[in-house]
């Protein structure tokens, strides 16, 4: 079971990103799929959510209208587009499975509730 993260890299403000979580051994399909930050020299922050069928999104606010999940079931595949970056959104992005939908729903940035977690892509927007 694996959660592997791509897409990250260096970029300039106001560009944008599209990250990828590729998920084997499970599938998403069944699962609440997290996106959660950690920038440097802070605690980790739940970024974005998507549920298992509907494909209901959630947002944080600081990336609401700028940042769009999205998931492929069929290529078992999470994304992140990012837009507008910000020096803000230097950080580490994780992607996390869970069963639990509640976890989407307030957001939750624990390691230890997912079920799976990914070993993170660097994303760094500087000029």
């Known amino acids: 079971v694996q959660l592997v993260e791509s897409g990250g890299g260096l970029v300039q403000p106001g560009g944008s990103l599209r990250l990828s979580c590729a998920a084997s051994?499970?599938?998403?399909?069944?699962?609440?799929m997290s996106w959660v930050r950690q920038a440097p020299g802070k605690g980790l922050e739940w970024v974005s959510g998507?549920?298992?069928?509907?494909?209901?999104?959630y947002y944080a606010d600081s990336v609401k209208g700028r940042f769009t999940i999205s998931r492929d079931n069929a290529k078992n595949t999470l994304y992140l587009q990012m837009n507008s970056l910000k020096p803000e959104d230097t950080a580490v992005y994780y992607c996390?499975?869970?069963?639990?939908?509640?976890?989407?729903?307030?957001?939750?940035?624990?390691?230890?509730?997912?079920?799976?977690w990914g070993q993170g892509t660097q994303v760094t927007v500087s000029s």
């Open positions: 051994g499970f599938p998403i399909s069944n699962y609440y």
């Open positions: 998507i549920t298992s069928r509907a494909g209901g999104t």
């Open positions: 996390a499975a869970a069963l639990r939908c509640e976890l989407i729903l307030y957001g939750s940035s624990l390691q230890r509730e997912y079920d799976y």
